[in-house]
């Protein structure tokens, strides 16, 4: 069983169309949740890191929150460059702080 | 702040040569530094953490012998794929987190593409 599993796997916008992105774990101690975006052909780039429930981080278009289960990446009013793939990580306690990726999901946001 | 570099970016070899790649923390100390690997459009799997100053620690399934890591110094770890094949073409992406840190951010690299002809 996945302990990250992020729905859906892609999603396609048009520009200004809100919508959310979700990530659901299965860990017995949570350290902290982590978002980033990656581009084709790079490195993933750091987001947010959530670390209880109730939690909330905003940055730019982007909004994530937390509760004990899922975690959820609102994007309001999307422009086209914020097409990427979305990649949520868990850090599991006394796991040496490696985290454990799920599968992504791949926005595209149309003109 | 919190920069992370890799060197080549990418790399073609021939199958049974051998690979290093450097993954550099720029701007800060990093105690312990991540290797993934990514297939095409999937997503990162760690293959070991990277210590200063003590041996890898690989994840299940990970040939310690054909993938060397050495982390020597706090911005520096290596990677060398040993006695490369063409299955071990990939994207290799070192991240790296900044020592004495409350917080657990891992900041990664812009990766390296490896083709093994």
């Known amino acids: 069983e996945d302990q990250v599993t992020q729905s859906p796997e892609a999603l396609r916008l048009q520009e200004g169309e809100s919508s959310s992105l979700n990530c659901s774990y299965t860990v017995s101690g949570l350290r902290g949740l982590f978002w980033y975006r990656q581009d084709p052909g790079k490195g993933p780039e750091f987001l947010f890191t959530?670390?209880?429930a109730g939690e909330e981080k905003e940055k730019e278009r982007l909004k994530a929150t937390l509760t004990k289960k899922e975690s959820f990446l609102h994007i309001t009013a999307p422009k086209p460059e914020d097409s990427a793939t979305y990649l949520c990580?868990?850090?599991?306690?006394?796991?040496?702080?490696?985290?454990?990726f799920g599968k992504g999901t791949l926005l595209t946001v149309n003109p | 702040g919190a920069v992370v570099s890799q060197h080549p970016s990418w790399v073609i070899c021939k199958s049974g040569t051998s690979v290093k790649i450097e993954c550099r923390s720029l701007?800060?100390?990093?105690?312990?530094m991540f290797w993934y690997r990514q297939f095409p459009k999937q997503s990162l799997m760690l293959m070991a953490t990277s210590n200063e100053g003590s041996k890898a620690t690989y994840e299940q399934g990970v040939e310690k012998d054909k993938f060397l890591i050495n982390h020597a110094s706090l911005t520096l770890s290596t990677l060398t794929v040993t006695s490369a094949h063409p299955e071990d073409s990939s994207f290799y992406i070192c991240?790296?987190?900044?020592?004495?840190?409350?917080?657990?951010?891992?900041?990664f690299g812009p990766g390296t593409r490896l083709t093994v002809l």
């Open positions: 959530l670390y209880s």
């Open positions: 990580a868990v850090q599991e306690v006394g796991s040496n702080y490696k985290l454990t």
């Open positions: 991240s790296a987190r900044e020592s004495g840190r409350a917080y657990n951010e891992q900041f």
């Open positions: 701007d800060f100390q990093a105690t312990t």
